[in-house]
């Protein structure tokens, strides 16, 4: 039998990779006319041939082939006369082929509001091309109506974002050169990282600075030059209590903060909070205007309430408690600090 076009194909990536290998006989299997033997594997499918003996490739194959039937792929046994040589192997089209995709115009929608929040150049292609084809099962452009104006961003993860994750997954340290934003300051980082995490439009690596001894994070725009990995596998543990929030400025389980917002002002805390009283300028502290409305406001993540205020100006003041209140002059701080940056510096 010749070689499935589609197997050649994917010859390109390296076999020595075992998700490649997995991936070109997946491929193959589904590409073939009737079967394949394991002869026909062992010559035609990239990575088979790299086994040193026979006995390695079967060893090869049959662990492939329980992965593989492991991850739901219905790979199938065809006898073709009863001689060991001549059996082959297929994968069952009718149960690993996709069902129809039937989507409202609601929840095309709301496929496409979720694509659109990822604006990365590494994951555009793949995301366009997958939205034309949803697009073509029938919905059409009706489906934005729902949610017009509604399109969530977070900047680009850069060339940091790869090599990062790679290395969590391996639980391998990494090293790279930093850039703090509150000094400038360029030096290099060691690092046992932990998570990533998205939180006001830009994206943190969380772990364990090597030469500190403490947690700390790192934003990834920030990053300068090359992600190193190093060090074997395993290296160390992840801790089952990463607190993302605390990490990045939500310490504490929420609360109710006491606010003082300008009459009209703040709409969206006000449809949240209560009104609970007022507060002339005096007792609001550094404020300016003829007096505030004093709202009881609850919150979960202080970071989130902490910059939500912030947006708002010297239109709404903290009151309490007074650790919203230190975010909320800290970021102050440091946005002074950066002549009007605003961008936050833990690592």
Do not use: C
């Amino acid at each position: 039998m010749s070689e499935p076009s589609s197997s050649r194909s994917a010859s390109s990536v390296a076999p020595s990779n075992p998700a490649a290998r997995l991936l070109n006989l997946v491929i193959a299997l589904v590409n073939t006319n009737a079967s394949m033997t394991k002869q026909q594997i062992r010559r035609s499918v990239a990575g088979y041939g790299d086994a040193p003996s026979p006995d390695a490739f079967e060893r090869m194959f049959e662990r492939d082939k329980d992965t593989l039937r492991d991850l739901g792929i219905p790979i199938v046994t065809v006898d073709a006369g009863g001689h060991a040589d001549e059996v082959g192997y297929r994968i069952d089209q009718d149960a690993y082929a996709l069902g129809p995709v039937d989507l409202t115009p609601a929840e095309l929608g709301v496929l496409v509001l979720a694509a659109q929040f990822w604006q990365d150049k590494t994951l555009r292609t793949d995301i366009s091309r997958a939205l034309t084809k949803l697009r073509a099962a029938g919905a059409g452009e009706t489906a934005m109506d729902a949610v017009t104006g509604l399109v969530p961003r977070v900047r680009a993860v850069g060339d940091a974002y790869g090599p990062l994750l790679d290395a969590i997954s391996e639980r391998r340290a990494v090293s790279f050169t930093y850039r703090a934003a509150s000094t400038g300051e360029v030096r290099p980082r060691r690092v046992q990282p932990w998570r990533i995490a998205a939180r006001s439009g830009g994206w943190y690596l969380l772990g364990f600075d090597v030469d500190r001894q403490a947690p700390r994070s790192y934003r990834l725009s920030r990053v300068e030059g090359r992600v190193r990995a190093s060090g074997p596998r395993d290296a160390f543990e992840v801790p089952a209590d990463v607190d993302v929030d605390a990490f990045l400025g939500g310490r504490g389980a929420g609360g109710v903060a006491r606010l003082a917002v300008v009459p009209e002002r703040a709409a969206a805390l006000r449809a949240r909070g209560t009104v609970v009283g007022s507060a002339p300028v005096s007792s609001a502290q550094d404020a300016h205007g003829a007096g505030y409305d004093v709202l009881e406001v609850p919150f979960s993540v202080r970071g989130a309430l902490a910059e939500e205020v912030l947006g708002y100006g010297d239109a709404v003041l903290v009151l309490g408690p007074p650790e919203l209140r230190d975010v909320v002059v800290r970021r102050l701080q440091e946005a002074a600090a950066l002549g009007g940056a605003g961008e936050e510096d833990r690592g």
